[in-house]
């Protein structure tokens, strides 16, 4: 059974910092890009980062881009991201994703996680 655990979210101020981490289990970890996607509070669901299988390759949202660090390390089956000078507006709940795929995440994922709440106050 595929897992993705996402941890690591809380309540930050603005401009502050936080690592989301998600830890995947029941799969070849390996044969997975993963992504980061977030839902905010009436909002659709967006696409935030993706990293290729190896971890040689990331993209990123324009809204996000510069701020944060999406990586992985397949020894611990684990996906990180790196949130840094937060904005209330980032405010959202932060899901893991992943997809058997040789590039990057570009459609909908196949695989989620439940999700962890990231709460950016003004």
């Known amino acids: 059974q595929v897992q993705l655990v996402e941890s690591g979210g809380g309540l930050v101020q603005a401009g502050g910092s936080l690592r989301l981490s998600c830890a995947a289990s029941?799969?070849?970890?390996?044969?997975?890009?993963m992504g980061w996607f977030r839902q905010a509070p009436g909002k659709e669901r967006e696409f935030v980062a993706t990293?290729?299988?190896?971890?040689?390759?990331?993209n990123y949202a324009d809204s996000v881009k510069g701020r944060f660090t999406i990586s992985r390390d397949n020894a611990k089956n684990t996906v990180y991201l790196q949130m840094s000078s937060l904005k209330p507006e980032d405010t959202a709940v932060y899901y893991c994703?992943?997809?058997?795929?040789?590039?990057?995440?570009?459609?909908?994922?196949?695989?989620w996680g439940r999700g962890t709440q990231v709460t950016v106050s003004s």
């Open positions: 994703t992943a997809s058997q795929t040789t590039g990057l995440i570009t459609n909908t994922p196949s695989t």
């Open positions: 990293i290729n299988r190896s971890g040689g390759s990331t």
């Open positions: 029941g799969l070849t970890f390996t044969l997975y890009a």
